[in-house]
């Protein structure tokens, strides 16, 4: 290393024009193991502790301003991370980091750890790479990379899901809501067989920005301009607050939520899409229409929800799956009523 340094130090400076950095697969991939190294990164654990403080590290020494929010549910310490870069108007973009604490879809042993090297690791990875990548105008825009904990305990000794970024985006001043724009979650997206269709809860005109750039790149094949699942996930708590958010994630993983969710079942390909992806479409500005992504957010409380169908007129839309102070959130396209359906979505963490 010493030696490095000297050799460097005989040798000019690169200029400020010097080769821009894309986004690679591998070194994504790298990123997953390291978490991995870790052991489970469940939520109150050390693994988990140990895992925020390299990650902090990792976008520190990226130059990143990155911070650790602690906050408490049900007597568990919970860590986001949050990292800034810039200013001026804000994408945020989040993955969860934890990793479910009993891999409950294995018949045996049902209460190990699920190791996470998709469902944590990969969209955690992403974001990591994005941190080295991004080549922006650092004076005129501002990129959020937000680490989500306790995610993945949904339904397991009373724990709701996506608790991380719930308590995050209720922690939010008024005025940090004004400066995002948009949010980008990357959830299990680095599946061999990589399918991430269109998200049904998340923002349809954000959701085609980025999907059409995943096209201009050649990306048709994987991500498909089609419907897919509505899920529960760290996009919701920032749909509640009237903000523009979509879903990158590929659902139909069969090892989710079991031990076999190790490095081997993970390509660097489909990470790098991913990256490229987000890459390209924040290096360009992270356009979108933003007079089509506008919704009004309508809150209700829960008991005004009933099972089935409430019929309205003009529109539709989806509920929210997810309550939060005996409040249920829907988001509906302005000036439009909506035919609510009830109960028909799909919880996933």
């Given at each position: 290393?010493?030696?490095?340094?000297?050799?460097?130090?005989?040798?000019?400076?690169?200029?400020?024009?010097?080769?821009?950095?894309?986004?690679?697969?591998?070194?994504?991939?790298?990123?997953?193991?390291a978490?991995?190294?870790?052991?489970?990164?469940?939520?109150?654990s050390?693994?988990?502790?140990?895992?925020?403080?390299?990650?902090?590290?990792?976008?520190?020494?990226?130059?990143?301003?990155?911070?650790?929010?602690?906050?408490?549910?049900?007597?568990?310490?919970?860590?986001?991370?949050?990292?800034?870069?810039?200013?001026?108007?804000?994408?945020?973009?989040?993955?969860?980091?934890?990793?479910?604490?009993?891999?409950?879809?294995?018949?045996?042993?049902?209460?190990?750890?699920?190791?996470?090297?998709?469902?944590?690791?990969?969209?955690?990875?992403?974001?990591?790479?994005?941190?080295?990548?991004?080549?922006?105008?650092?004076?005129?825009?501002?990129?959020?990379?937000?680490?989500?904990?306790?995610?993945?305990?949904?339904?397991?000794?009373?724990?709701?899901?996506?608790?991380?970024?719930?308590?995050?985006?209720?922690?939010?001043?008024?005025?940090?809501?004004?400066?995002?724009?948009?949010?980008?979650?990357?959830d299990?997206?680095?599946?061999?067989?990589?399918?991430?269709?269109?998200?049904?809860?998340?923002?349809?005109?954000?959701?085609?920005?980025?999907?059409?750039?995943?096209?201009?790149?050649?990306?048709?094949?994987?991500?498909?301009?089609?419907?897919?699942?509505?899920?529960?996930?760290?996009?919701?708590?920032?749909?509640?607050?009237?903000?523009?958010?979509?879903?990158?994630?590929?659902?139909?993983?069969?090892?989710?939520h079991?031990?076999?969710?190790?490095?081997?079942?993970?390509?660097?390909?489909?990470?790098?899409?991913?990256?490229?992806?987000?890459?390209?479409?924040?290096e360009?500005?992270?356009?979108?229409?933003?007079?089509?992504?506008?919704?009004?957010?309508?809150?209700?409380?829960?008991g005004e929800?009933?099972?089935?169908?409430?019929?309205?007129?003009?529109?539709?839309?989806?509920?929210?799956?997810?309550?939060?102070?005996?409040?249920?959130?829907?988001?509906?396209?302005?000036?439009?009523?909506?035919?609510?359906?009830?109960?028909?979505?799909?919880?996933?963490?």
């Amino acid at each position: 290393m010493l030696l490095t340094l000297a050799l460097g130090a005989c040798r000019p400076r690169p200029t400020a024009h010097a080769e821009p950095t894309h986004f690679d697969g591998q070194r994504a991939l790298d990123l997953v193991r390291a978490q991995l190294a870790f052991g489970p990164r469940v939520t109150g654990s050390a693994a988990n502790a140990q895992a925020a403080e390299w990650i902090l590290g990792e976008l520190r020494a990226l130059g990143w301003e990155a911070d650790l929010h602690l906050s408490d549910y049900q007597g568990t310490s919970i860590r986001n991370l949050w990292a800034r870069r810039g200013s001026g108007p804000a994408i945020l973009l989040g993955a969860h980091w934890d990793s479910r604490r009993r891999a409950d879809r294995d018949p045996q042993p049902p209460d190990a750890p699920a190791p996470g090297a998709n469902d944590g690791g990969s969209g955690t990875a992403v974001l990591l790479e994005l941190a080295r990548t991004l080549d922006l105008d650092w004076s005129t825009r501002q990129v959020w990379l937000v680490f989500f904990d306790a995610e993945d305990n949904g339904g397991l000794d009373g724990w709701e899901w996506i608790v991380g970024s719930t308590l995050f985006a209720q922690s939010l001043r008024q005025d940090e809501v004004r400066e995002v724009q948009a949010v980008v979650i990357v959830d299990m997206v680095g599946d061999f067989d990589q399918r991430l269709p269109l998200e049904r809860n998340s923002d349809p005109a954000l959701q085609q920005a980025i999907w059409a750039q995943a096209a201009a790149l050649g990306y048709s094949s994987q991500f498909l301009n089609q419907p897919g699942k509505a899920i529960l996930d760290d996009h919701l708590p920032f749909r509640s607050l009237g903000l523009p958010a979509v879903d990158i994630i590929d659902v139909d993983y069969p090892y989710w939520h079991t031990a076999a969710d190790t490095l081997d079942k993970l390509s660097a390909l489909s990470l790098e899409r991913v990256g490229r992806t987000l890459e390209a479409w924040l290096e360009a500005g992270g356009q979108v229409d933003m007079v089509a992504v506008r919704r009004r957010v309508a809150v209700l409380p829960a008991g005004e929800l009933p099972e089935g169908t409430v019929d309205g007129s003009g529109g539709s839309t989806r509920v929210i799956p997810y309550s939060q102070g005996g409040r249920r959130v829907i988001c509906v396209p302005r000036g439009q009523r909506a035919m609510v359906t009830v109960g028909q979505q799909q919880g996933l963490g």
